[in-house]
């Protein structure tokens, strides 16, 4: 397996995380879903924590999940599938 195939297949694993994790415990902020799935950056500032919340606008933008500005939660759509 190639390096890019590799974090192809990394990206889909996190991505079915996400979607189950939100299926069984929806409207998470995104440092709970970090926390959840264990990848809370050891950073501090600004960006901490910058990779999860690309990933998680990433999937709002490709239609996997939805974003509610008011409380600033994520959720699959109804009726989503892995």
């Known amino acids: 397996m190639t ?4 974090a192809q297949e990394g990206i889909s ?5 996400v979607i189950e994790l939100l299926q069984k415990s929806p ?3 995104s440092i709970e879903i ?7 950056s ?7 924590n910058w990779v999860i919340h690309y990933f998680l606008k990433k ?3 490709d239609g996997n999940l939805t974003f ?8 699959t ?5 892995t």
């Open 27 to 29: 409207n998470q902020r």
């Open 3 to 6: 390096p890019k195939e590799k």
């Open 42 to 48: 050891s950073s501090n500032g600004k960006h901490k």
């Open 68 to 75: 509610d500005e008011v409380r600033k939660t994520y959720q």
């Open 77 to 81: 759509p109804t009726g989503s599938q």
């Open 59 to 61: 999937m709002v933008a």
């Open 34 to 40: 970090a926390r959840n799935l264990g990848i809370v």
């Open 13 to 17: 694993l996190l991505k079915e995380a």
